[in-house]
């Protein structure tokens, strides 16, 4: 008589390709959450350099020593409920867009290539770029406060008491106020930021010994983040001085006239803070996403 063969439960770990693994849409939100509130010291020296009076502190260190001298440990972070605000709206649209996007272009034999990974990325920055835009403008307005005469100063409470009171004082088109800039800028960000990202990651992995570890990952946000300094920096200041201004001027009357001021040199004015600030919280971004990923497939059963 034949003994009945008992079958075992399979409790295996799933294999499944992380590259085609579908995560939440808010993961690049949250991550971005995490580095803002990481490097937002180094958000807040670049809008002050950028927005500097000929009178005002020269350089990131004399910058960052008047503000701890004038307003102490605290004084590092006006502001920083509309930088996680900006990260909440901004960040999240354009990380989920662009994954959801890549998503759809990835089939089981090929990935996008990298002209299609950079159109990805500008659509996805320029609806980030829209959305975040109100948090955006609080954001640079509450850092340059305290930069400003007591008599000038807006003293918002946060940001979104700031946003309150620009659509009562100002009308609700002060919250879009350098909505094209800030989108272009948005644009170019991420196609530089994201779309280098995934490019330099794929390299490392494909042509040297290095695996998808942490290693990998430092490695392609740096230079991620070292192409995109250099490339948003003349939008970025542009961005910043017509969100920080009291009165409303045109992008073209802008331009000639810091032009006729300060020559070329402005377009990469602050990039050395910029690049101190946008690379570590484009590492810290990157880092924080791929770790959301990890823990994410681990509470899912898939193995790497």
């Given at each position: 008589?034949?003994?009945?063969?008992?079958?075992?439960?399979?409790?295996?770990?799933?294999?499944?390709?992380?590259?085609?693994?579908?995560?939440?849409?808010w993961f690049g939100g949250s991550a971005s959450c995490f580095a803002a509130a990481v490097t937002h010291p180094l958000d807040l020296i670049k809008v002050r350099l950028?927005?500097?009076?000929?009178?005002?502190?020269?350089?990131?260190?004399?910058?960052?020593?008047?503000?701890?001298?004038?307003?102490?440990?605290?004084?590092?972070?006006?502001?920083?409920?509309?930088?996680?605000?900006?990260?909440?709206?901004?960040?999240?649209?354009?990380?989920?867009?662009?994954?959801?996007?890549?998503?759809?272009?990835?089939?089981?034999?090929?990935?996008?290539?990298?002209?299609?990974?950079?159109?990805?990325?500008?659509?996805?920055?320029?609806?980030?770029?829209?959305?975040?835009?109100?948090?955006?403008?609080?954001?640079?307005?509450?850092?340059?406060?305290?930069?400003?005469?007591?008599?000038?100063?807006?003293?918002?409470?946060?940001?979104?008491?700031?946003?309150?009171?620009?659509?009562?004082?100002?009308?609700?088109?002060?919250?879009?106020?350098?909505?094209?800039?800030?989108?272009?800028?948005?644009?170019?960000?991420?196609?530089?930021?994201?779309?280098?990202?995934?490019?330099?990651?794929?390299?490392?992995?494909?042509?040297?010994?290095?695996?998808?570890?942490?290693?990998?990952?430092?490695?392609?946000?740096?230079?991620?983040?070292?192409?995109?300094?250099?490339?948003?920096?003349?939008?970025?200041?542009?961005?910043?001085?017509?969100?920080?201004?009291?009165?409303?001027?045109?992008?073209?009357?802008?331009?000639?006239?810091?032009?006729?001021?300060?020559?070329?040199?402005?377009?990469?004015?602050?990039?050395?803070?910029?690049?101190?600030?946008?690379?570590?919280?484009?590492?810290?971004?990157?880092?924080?996403?791929?770790?959301?990923?990890?823990?994410?497939?681990?509470?899912?059963?898939?193995?790497?």
């Amino acid at each position: 008589m034949s003994t009945p063969v008992m079958r075992k439960e399979d409790h295996s770990v799933k294999k499944v390709n992380p590259v085609h693994f579908h995560y939440p849409f808010w993961f690049g939100g949250s991550a971005s959450c995490f580095a803002a509130a990481v490097t937002h010291p180094l958000d807040l020296i670049k809008v002050r350099l950028q927005t500097r009076t000929a009178d005002g502190p020269k350089g990131m260190l004399g910058t960052f020593v008047h503000i701890f001298k004038t307003s102490g440990v605290l004084g590092l972070y006006p502001g920083l409920s509309a930088s996680l605000l900006r990260q909440a709206t901004y960040s999240t649209t354009r990380f989920g867009i662009y994954s959801e996007l890549k998503e759809a272009f990835t089939t089981a034999r090929s990935s996008p290539s990298l002209p299609s990974l950079i159109a990805i990325a500008s659509t996805s920055g320029f609806l980030g770029g829209i959305a975040g835009n109100p948090a955006d403008v609080v954001n640079v307005r509450m850092q340059h406060d305290a930069s400003l005469p007591p008599q000038k100063q807006r003293n918002y409470k946060n940001a979104i008491d700031g946003m309150v009171r620009m659509f009562r004082e100002e009308g609700w088109r002060s919250l879009f106020r350098g909505v094209w800039p800030n989108s272009m800028r948005a644009v170019l960000m991420t196609a530089s930021q994201l779309a280098s990202y995934d490019s330099f990651k794929k390299v490392l992995l494909d042509n040297t010994s290095l695996e998808d570890n942490l290693t990998t990952h430092f490695t392609a946000s740096f230079m991620a983040g070292f192409v995109a300094t250099t490339v948003c920096s003349p939008v970025d200041v542009i961005k910043t001085r017509v969100m920080s201004a009291k009165d409303s001027e045109g992008m073209v009357s802008l331009l000639t006239r810091t032009i006729k001021a300060e020559g070329v040199g402005w377009m990469f004015r602050g990039w050395v803070p910029s690049f101190v600030r946008l690379g570590p919280h484009t590492i810290a971004t990157f880092l924080f996403l791929e770790q959301h990923k990890k823990v994410y497939r681990y509470m899912k059963r898939v193995d790497d």
